[in-house]
T-cell receptor, first 114, second 110 residues
Framework: GAVVSQHPSWVICKSGTSVKIECRSL??????MFWYRQFPKQSLMLMAT?????????EQGVEKDKFLINHASLTLSTLTVTSAHPEDSSFYIC??????????FGEGSWLTVV | GQQLNQSPQSMFIQEGEDVSMNCTSS?????WLWYKQDPGEGPVLLIA?????ELTSNGRLTAQFGITRKDSFLNISASIPSDVGIYFC??????????FGKGTHLIIQP
């Protein structure tokens, strides 16, 4: 079946630095990928929709200059958290649309900003 | 963003019991999906529903897409310890990201 892979699984960074998270569709092409954020004991909240070859569409309240999204190929989207702060610490999850509008998720990436 | 109304928020049941949870929305969705999430991991797809009224089974799991396209339920029969986790419903409109319910925490007592 379809597989979506995220890297890294977890990362710890210093406040003020930038962190990049990769999302890859391993056995299918995904023109659209989605980035979510999840705080402990809460549901997933959509941050942005990543479209291959064009600018990402951000949800209301999500700073596009802080959360940079690049969808450079049909199998790779990246999320860069710029000038990270402790409040950015969260679980970030990507997903991609496979055959038949089914959404498959990556394993998630834990970000801790110290 | 919009969220689906998912209930119950949590369930404490005995092993072997059946489980039922549901989601409702004020908006219509083209596709309903049910996911299970274990701590520290991404959601894993359990069942996908594409047609209004559709009833689909996956082993001990059964889910239905409401006829109005505004609701769905998930049933788990004869629960086992590995069913513990958080279950999310999600609705999808074409070209949009998923809209999620707040999750149902399932806890199974031996």
């Amino acid at each position: 079946g379809a597989v979506v892979s995220q890297h890294p699984s977890w990362v710890i960074c210093k406040s003020g630095t930038s962190v990049k998270i990769e999302c890859r569709s391993l056995d299918f092409q995904a023109t659209t990928m989605f980035w979510y954020r999840q705080f402990p004991k809460q549901s997933l909240m959509l941050m942005a929709t990543s479209n291959e070859g064009s600018k990402a569409t951000y949800e209301q309240g999500v700073e596009k200059d802080k959360f940079l999204i690049n969808h450079a190929s049909l199998t790779l989207s990246t999320l860069t958290v710029t000038s990270a702060h402790p409040e950015d610490s969260s679980f970030y999850i990507c997903s991609a649309a496979g055959i038949g509008d089914t959404i498959y998720f990556g394993e998630g990436s834990w970000l801790t900003v110290v | 963003g919009q969220q689906l109304n998912q209930s119950p928020q949590s369930m404490f049941i005995q092993e072997g019991e059946d489980v039922s949870m549901n989601c409702t929305s004020s908006s219509i969705f083209n596709t309903w999906l049910w996911y299970k999430q274990d701590p520290g991991e991404g959601p894993v797809l359990l069942i996908a529903l594409y047609k209004a009224g559709e009833l689909t089974s996956n082993g001990r799991l059964t889910a239905q897409f409401g006829i109005t396209r505004k609701d769905s339920f998930l049933n788990i029969s004869a629960s086992i310890p590995s069913d513990v986790g958080i279950y999310f419903c999600a609705g999808l409109r074409s070209a949009d990201g998923l809209t999620f319910g707040k999750g149902t925490h399932l806890i199974i007592q031996p």
